[in-house]
Nanobody, 115 residues
Framework: QVQLVESGGGLVQAGGSLRLSCAAS????????MGWYRQAPGKQRELVAS???????NYADSAKGRFTISRDNAKKTVYLQMNSLKPEDTAVYYC?????????WGQGTQVTVSS
């Protein structure tokens, strides 16, 4: 069993910052892929940022220059530092990991950016 617990979401004014965390627990020896996705009302879930065990990172165009993904392998945790937030960043943010070829999703954390 693998569990993912996200935290750090909330309400912030435009221009503000939030840091999301996603901690993995359970039967995990190593984690290859760790990513953050988001889903706004009425829209499909989309990739925000991802990182692999080789520390390659990938960002959506909307996140480049504002968001930073990082990971702490010892803590089995992935972070998403979000700066210069905009109202269009409002969404439920989900983390996703891959271990032994299996993918797991977190339960999501709400991020609301007011104008």
């Amino acid at each position: 069993q693998v569990q993912l617990v996200e935290s750090g979401g909330g309400l912030v004014q435009a221009g503000g910052s939030l840091r999301l965390s996603c901690a993995a627990s359970g039967s995990i020896f190593s984690i290859n892929y760790m990513g953050w996705y988001r889903q706004a009302p009425g829209k499909q879930r989309e990739l925000v940022a991802s990182t692999t065990s080789g520390e390659n990172t990938n960002y959506a165009d909307s996140a480049k220059g504002r968001f930073t993904i990082s990971r702490d392998n010892a803590k089995k945790t992935v972070y998403l530092q979000m700066n210069s937030l905009k109202p269009e960043d409002t969404a439920v943010y989900y983390c996703r990991i891959s271990t032994y070829g299996n993918f797991y999703w977190g339960q999501g954390t709400q991020v609301t950016v007011s104008s």
